[in-house]
């Protein structure tokens, strides 16, 4: 199973690269173009029971989990997007100077036509600098915070929890809202240090965002994001940071603070993996879309080279807030075991089970039962 190739073109979607691995490349003029992408669809199945009283982004609800009914059947995206992504870079005045452009769109939709002009836009950004002085970002790219977990997850390239309210529009949820926030796409303005001694890092001007809904709105300050990663023998540690102000409806506005801590080893045809984000006003799915409320989400994960095609996975994760009124939201947690099967170089076939749960804060549950089977092709 290729998924160090295919990891690689994920890689250049949520890491801001100028190129894909296995792309097409050609030369025009004074710039080396670059084209490739991602399709995908898995064939999902949830079923969804217990309490439907709990409150928030409880995945497990019919509500969200199964699209307003006990069980729903979707043929959609998994929890990464259609993709075409193309990429420039040159060298001029002695500087190396690139441009990226990601352009998405989802499998299901809600009917038959509503979805046929739905473009997802998340990368369109410039880079300019050189290994001796680091990178600078300008445009519009996914977020720092949060980047080394959902590559590190296992369903990215399946669906992990395959919410319906999601899938049908856009993707499945893998652990977002049930093991870490999303890490988001924002305007931006980044630099990246140059590679020392397996130290990266990247720090972030973010432009400030609304909460969903627009019960919080950003201040006059912006976002700011920063990450560094270490490498080591067979293995990697992280940490991110993440703030913003958020304006509230009665000034009751807050500070959106969150650190996050991680790393992965390879022990053989043995993976493991551990993250922990946790600080206020995170957010469930995005940022403070929980309010000023304190939270920790946890992920851990284990997978196992079974064959050289074959990768077996089982993860979990959780996403747990503090405080809260009676029958607001107390946790998501999500359980998915995975076999991923490399069919080409080019091509992974998934199926996955998982179950996921919602908790209110008085203890009341709701379940989502779900199971995916499809495939990804990288190209």
Same mark, same amino acid.
């Given at each position: 199973?290729? %998924?160090?190739?295919?990891?690689?073109?994920?890689?250049?979607?949520?890491?801001?690269?100028?190129?894909?691995?296995?792309?097409?490349?050609?030369?025009?003029?004074?710039?080396?173009?670059?084209?490739?992408?991602?399709?995908?669809?898995?064939?999902?199945? %949830?079923?969804?029971?217990?309490?439907?009283?709990?409150?928030?982004?409880?995945? +497990?609800?019919?509500?969200?989990?199964?699209?307003? /009914?006990?069980?729903? @059947?979707?043929?959609?995206?998994?929890?990464?997007?259609?993709?075409?992504? @193309?990429?420039?870079?040159?060298?001029?005045?002695?500087?190396?100077?690139?441009?990226?452009?990601?352009?998405?769109?989802?499998?299901?939709?809600?009917? +038959?036509?509503?979805?046929?002009?739905?473009?997802?836009?998340?990368?369109?950004?410039? %880079?300019? !600098?050189?290994?001796?002085?680091?990178?600078?970002?300008?445009?519009?790219?996914?977020?720092?915070?949060?980047?080394?977990?959902?590559?590190?997850?296992?369903?990215?390239?399946?669906?992990?929890?395959?919410?319906?309210?999601?899938?049908?529009?856009?993707?499945?949820?893998?652990?977002?809202?049930?093991?870490?926030?999303?890490?988001? @796409?924002?305007?931006?303005?980044?630099?990246? %240090?140059?590679?020392?001694?397996?130290?990266?890092?990247?720090? +972030?001007?973010?432009?400030?965002?609304?909460?969903?809904?627009?019960?919080?709105?950003?201040?006059?300050?912006?976002?700011?994001?920063?990450?560094?990663?270490?490498?080591?023998?067979? !293995?990697?540690?992280?940490?991110?940071?993440?703030?913003?102000?958020?304006?509230?409806?009665?000034?009751?506005?807050?500070?959106?603070?969150?650190?996050?801590?991680?790393?992965? /080893?390879?022990?053989?045809?043995?993976?493991?993996?551990?993250?922990?984000?946790?600080?206020?006003?995170?957010?469930?799915?995005?940022?403070?879309?929980?309010?000023?409320?304190?939270?920790?989400?946890?992920?851990?994960?284990?997978?196992?080279?079974?064959?050289?095609?074959?990768?077996?996975?089982?993860?979990?994760?959780?996403?747990?807030?503090?405080?809260?009124?009676?029958?607001?939201?107390?946790?998501?947690?999500?359980?998915?075991?995975?076999?991923?099967?490399?069919?080409?170089?080019?091509? @992974?076939?998934?199926?996955?089970?998982?179950?996921?749960?919602?908790?209110?804060?008085?203890?009341?549950?709701?379940?989502?039962?779900?199971?995916? +089977?499809?495939?990804?092709?990288?190209?």
């Amino acid at each position: 199973m290729n %998924t160090t190739r295919n990891a690689a073109i994920v890689g250049a979607m949520l890491t801001a690269a100028t190129s894909q691995a296995g792309a097409a490349d050609f030369k025009a003029g004074d710039w080396d173009l670059s084209v490739g992408g991602i399709i995908n669809a898995f064939y999902t199945h %949830t079923n969804c029971s217990g309490s439907q009283a709990v409150g928030g982004l409880a995945l +497990a609800t019919q509500a969200l989990g199964c699209g307003g /009914v006990a069980g729903r @059947t979707v043929i959609g995206n998994g929890l990464l997007p259609n993709a075409l992504i @193309t990429s420039a870079k040159g060298r001029q005045d002695g500087i190396d100077i690139g441009a990226t452009l990601m352009i998405g769109a989802a499998t299901a939709s809600d009917d +038959a036509i509503g979805n046929n002009s739905n473009v997802d836009v998340r990368q369109a950004f410039a %880079t300019f !600098g050189d290994p001796t002085m680091g990178t600078f970002k300008l445009g519009r790219d996914y977020g720092i915070f949060g980047q080394a977990a959902i590559l590190g997850d296992m369903t990215l390239f399946g669906a992990g929890a395959p919410v319906a309210a999601t899938q049908r529009n856009r993707v499945t949820l893998g652990h977002i809202g049930a093991g870490y926030t999303y890490l988001g @796409t924002y305007g931006q303005i980044s630099y990246t %240090t140059p590679a020392l001694n397996g130290f990266a890092g990247t720090v +972030a001007v973010v432009s400030p965002v609304d909460t969903n809904g627009n019960v919080y709105t950003a201040k006059s300050a912006p976002q700011l994001q920063a990450a560094g990663s270490f490498a080591l023998s067979g !293995g990697k540690v992280w940490a991110a940071l993440k703030s913003q102000k958020f304006d509230g409806p009665a000034n009751d506005g807050f500070t959106m603070n969150g650190a996050e801590i991680g790393g992965s /080893v390879s022990l053989g045809a043995f993976g493991l993996l551990a993250n922990v984000q946790s600080g206020k006003g995170l957010g469930v799915l995005s940022d403070g879309d929980s309010g000023p409320r304190k939270q920790t989400n946890y992920l851990v994960q284990g997978t196992f080279q079974a064959a050289d095609k074959v990768k077996l996975g089982l993860n979990w994760g959780e996403s747990r807030l503090r405080d809260g009124a009676t029958t607001d939201l107390r946790s998501n947690s999500n359980a998915t075991a995975g076999l991923y099967y490399g069919l080409t170089k080019s091509l @992974t076939l998934t199926a996955e089970l998982s179950r996921t749960q919602s908790k209110d804060v008085e203890g009341d549950t709701a379940t989502l039962k779900g199971v995916a +089977a499809g495939g990804i092709l990288f190209f």
